[in-house]
């Protein structure tokens, strides 16, 4: 099935501790895209990549850390930096450059830092 | 920057239209969608038009888009029950960063 994921579904961790997320896509989509969603709130870019090895910040990149080493992850760490880091995270992916640009979310993890 | 506003309420009754609309700002947008999310869940993709398209159909919902006004509209025929959820506008700007709105809960009536 092709499609992407993103684990664990729920994640909890103390404050001060660093906690990366992981997103993978078999679609052979070249862009890939990290945004926050808080209660009630639309989505926020955190990060988002067009190719591998390369990735740029979005509206809301303090506190957060990425890398592309393949094209089909994209992981982030929620780093300690981060004031406020409980909220739902969702990872999308899409063709980029290339004709066919719909962007297809995962089911997102809900990180709780307690 | 670039902005993309939508309204954050819409409640409508069982099979009546529902319309729910859309402003956003970056004029070289390539691409516009629209998602749907239900709680607790990720965002589906339920339709996207392309820039240089004024309307789009797919089964009961279309979409319409006026460019020189910056305006996209979702329009959803025969609204069910199962319709309720978060609406999502969002354009993909020239360097394909994706932009979303904040999202339109749509609450059905029986």
């Known amino acids: 099935d092709g499609g992407i994921t993103q684990s664990p579904k729920y994640l909890f961790r103390k404050e001060g501790q660093n906690v990366t997320l992981s997103c993978e896509q078999n679609?052979?989509?070249?862009?890939m895209y990290w945004y926050r969603q808080d209660p009630g709130q639309g989505l926020r870019l955190i990060y988002y990549?067009?190719?591998?090895?390369?990735?740029q910040k979005g509206d809301i990149a303090e506190g957060y850390s990425v890398s592309r080493e393949k094209k089909e992850s994209f992981p982030l760490t929620v780093t300690s930096a981060q004031k406020n880091p409980t909220a739902f995270y969702l990872c999308?992916?899409?063709?980029?450059?290339?004709?066919?640009?719909?962007?297809?979310f995962g089911q997102g993890t809900r990180l709780t830092v307690v | 920057g670039e902005d993309v506003e939508q309204s954050l309420f819409l409640s409508v009754r069982e099979g009546d239209s529902s319309v729910i609309n859309c402003t956003y700002t970056?004029?070289?947008?390539?691409?516009l969608y629209w998602y749907k999310q239900e709680p607790g869940a990720g965002l589906q993709l339920l339709t996207y038009i392309f820039s240089n398209m004024d309307m789009k159909q797919d089964q009961r919902l279309t979409v319409l888009l006026n460019k020189k006004d910056k305006h996209l509209s979702l329009r959803i025929a025969d609204t069910q029950t199962g319709d309720s959820a978060i609406y999502f506008c969002?354009?993909?700007?020239?360097?394909?960063?994706?932009?979303f709105g904040s999202g339109t809960r749509l609450l059905v009536r029986p």
């Open positions: 990549s067009q190719i591998v090895n390369d990735f």
């Open positions: 999308a992916s899409s063709m980029g450059e290339n004709s066919n640009t719909e962007a297809f």
């Open positions: 970056d004029s070289s947008s390539t691409y």
């Open positions: 679609l052979n989509h070249d862009a």
């Open positions: 969002a354009e993909m700007d020239s360097s394909y960063k994706l932009i």
